[in-house]
């Protein structure tokens, strides 16, 4: 089946830096992709679709510039949480739409102090 | 807005016997569903999926129904075994778009 790796897997970061998570389809390629953020115990909430080449498109009350999408090829996007704060502290997770359905990542645990 | 929602946050079973896990949506222009299943600390995985010209959908030990007249979906797990302990969510794409919406989840106990 198809297969969704991202990095890092966990992460921990002093408030105010960045991080970048990478969001790879490792054999199919992707024009779109998908970020999506969970709290514990809570469902998935998407934050944006990535589309390879032109501007993510993020949903309502997510921070363009705070969420930062890059989707440069087929089969790569990043997200960068910009000035990061102990409130996005979250389980972060991508998804690639394949020929029929969404393939997601194993999640990025993102905790700051 | 339109959402997905589920009607049991938790559910426990003994071990080989059949489980059904509920879902209500409202959004009448979904026209795509999927079953998905989260383990802890790891993203979502496929589980099955059904297009809104079926009623019915079968895979291995778990089965799809999808009645459209009440706008309900279940999940239909059958023999079930301690591995699929986890959360089940369902979810649905309107028609022309492929981002997905996701219901609130159930977890899934099983109790060997």
């Known amino acids: 089946g198809a297969v969704v790796s991202q990095h890092p897997s966990r992460v921990i970061c002093k408030s105010g830096t960045s991080v970048k998570i990478e969001c790879r389809s490792l054999?199919?390629?992707?024009?779109?992709m998908f970020w999506y953020r969970q709290f514990p115990k809570q469902s998935l909430m998407l934050m944006a679709t990535s589309n390879e080449g032109s501007k993510a498109t993020y949903e309502q009350g997510v921070e363009k510039d705070k969420f930062l999408i890059n989707h440069a090829s087929l089969t790569l996007s990043t997200l960068t949480v910009t000035s990061a704060h102990p409130e996005d502290s979250s389980f972060y997770i991508c998804?690639?739409?394949?020929?029929?359905?969404?393939?997601f990542g194993p999640g990025t645990r993102l905790t700051v102090l | 807005g339109e959402s997905v929602g589920l009607h049991l946050p938790t559910l426990s079973v003994q071990e080989g016997d059949n489980s059904i896990i509920n879902c209500a949506y409202s959004n009448s222009a979904s026209d795509y569903f999927i079953w998905y299943k989260q383990e802890s600390g790891k993203g979502p995985q496929f589980i099955i999926d059904?297009?809104?010209?079926?009623d019915k959908r079968q895979g291995q030990r778990v089965t799809v129904l999808l009645n459209k007249t009440v706008k309900h979906l279940s999940l239909q797990i059958a023999a079930t075994q301690p591995g699929d302990s986890a959360v089940y969510f369902c979810a649905e794409r309107p028609g022309g778009y492929q981002k997905v919406t996701f219901g609130t989840g159930t977890k899934l106990q099983v109790i060997p």
């Open positions: 059904i297009r809104s010209n079926m």
């Open positions: 998804s690639a739409q394949g020929p029929d359905t969404q393939y």
């Open positions: 054999d199919f390629q992707a024009t779109t």
